[in-house]
């Protein structure tokens, strides 16, 4: 039986698979949602990225708005999504508890008594970059924490040399070969479910405190 449900989306990897895969699913996607405080200036993901990702995803994209108190902000941004959408389920492509701390989406739509699917919860790592690759995903390196990643890994693509490269990385350091301690973060410029590719046309490498990132100055979509 399909469902209707709304993809949380960060313009990275892990929203992208999760979508892949829920659609494959009996999942209905029937818009993106991005959390984004007032005035959002995201390194990782560029909110005209993410416009962009909706445009040729053909879905409707809201950013609904957070601040603090964050607990009750995301509840009554949830809430303000389904009484807008009359969608009762939310997709999240978080994989494991950050920190140790329990799933933020899963403890914020309990209350209000909203549905969370989580795809790629507690799946192997390596497993899911391969999937990524198999389902012919176009991903790369948008920022990196430089405790972990040099500059270099700005824009790089996501492959298998790259993967290789990561897992000597864990070895050495105890990377989370996805990234979710934070040690990078993704763009996805193609994928499965996109009807063009996006192209990024011009950028320059920035770094700010620990941080090394992508400023995007021009795109382009593509044709496939």
Sequence with gaps: ???????????GKDSALALHEASQNGYRIRCLVTFAP????FLAHPLVFIKMQAQVLALPHYVLSIHDPFEKSYETALCELRNKTGINTVITGDIA??????NWICERSRPIGMTVHTPLWGRDRLTLLRQLLDSEFQVLFSCVNTRWLGENWIGRELNDTAIADLRQIRERTGLDLCGEEGEY??????????MR????????????????????????????
């Design 97 to 102: 508890e950050v920190a140790g701390n329990p």
């Design 1 to 11: 039986m399909t469902q209707n449900a709304a993809m949380l989306w960060t313009g």
């Design 38 to 41: 007032p005035e959002p200036d």
């Design 197 to 224: 590719r996006i192209a990024i046309c011009s950028a320059s490498k920035r770094a700010t405190d620990s941080l090394a990132y992508l400023d995007i100055h021009r795109l382009e979509l593509i044709e496939k």
């Design 185 to 194: 973060h993704t763009l996805v410029t193609d994928g499965p479910h996109f």
